[in-house]
């Protein structure tokens, strides 16, 4: 054979199998777009689906791992405190921490980052999240609130969409049972400069830097806009 028709057919056979490369790519790519699940996140729903201690919520996964470190019933359910978690590690060794027996924190429900929640008591239960505090004319908040930690350090990156709107999801049918007004979501910030404000005399009520005011000012424009509160 003529050395040119070995280079024509050499060429033939790479324009071939380049354009058949990019047109099977284009089909997987295609294929796997609608879906929005990445690999990790597959492999994430299939360990969740065969455990019973999991369960989806709406959008989101959701696991009730009810803690010790708290005071059965007697929550009177007036208001919502938010913070961030400011912590090291993943929300669920958060939420781990938070169920240790005798651990003198707790809260209501962890939210993760992809908006997985980790629910450690009722809503009628009283949690310890909000320490030396005051709401309204009231002191001792954790024993009329219900305490939100978001995961994540919210002076290094703001909370993300799926935090918000599972913390909604979650808090939807609470506001609404128990008739929760606007002005009682506060962060754990404002309840403890209003304690200090109060009551200057106590030194071991540190000023609190938690969830700062713009996430806090996103969280409730999110929740008007849900026609929550
Ligand atoms: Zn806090």
Not at 49 to 54: K, T, Y
Not at 131 to 142: E, H, M, P, T, V
Request: hydrophobic fraction near 40%; charged fraction near 25%.
């Amino acid at each position: 054979m003529k050395k040119w028709v070995w280079i024509l057919m050499s060429v033939t056979v790479i324009a071939v199998i380049t354009i058949a490369g990019v047109y099977i790519n284009s089909i997987y790519i295609n294929r796997r777009k609608p879906t929005g699940i990445s690999g990790n996140e597959l492999l994430l729903n299939m360990i969740r689906q065969g455990d019973p201690r999991w369960y989806k919520s709406g959008k989101y996964w959701v696991r009730e791992q009810y803690t010790e470190n708290l005071y059965f019933n007697g929550n009177e359910v007036k208001g919502v405190v938010l913070h961030h978690t400011a912590a090291a590690g993943s929300a669920e060794d958060v939420a781990n921490v938070m169920c240790r027996p005798g651990h003198k924190v707790s809260c209501h429900v962890v939210i993760d980052k992809d908006g997985t929640r980790y629910v450690l008591a009722e809503p009628t239960d009283i949690t310890w999240h909000a320490g030396y505090s005051k709401l309204g004319n009231r002191f001792k908040a954790n024993e009329f609130t219900i305490g939100i930690e978001f995961h994540g350090n919210t002076l290094e990156a703001p909370l993300t969409e799926a935090q918000i709107e599972s913390a909604i999801e979650y808090l939807k049918p609470i506001i609404k049972q128990y008739k929760i007004p606007a002005e009682n979501i506060v962060t754990h910030q404002m309840i403890r400069d209003a304690y200090r404000e109060a009551v200057p005399s106590n030194k071991k009520a540190w000023p609190k830097v938690d969830i700062t005011p713009e996430e806090y000012e996103r969280v409730l424009k999110a929740l008007k806009e849900a026609e929550v509160i």
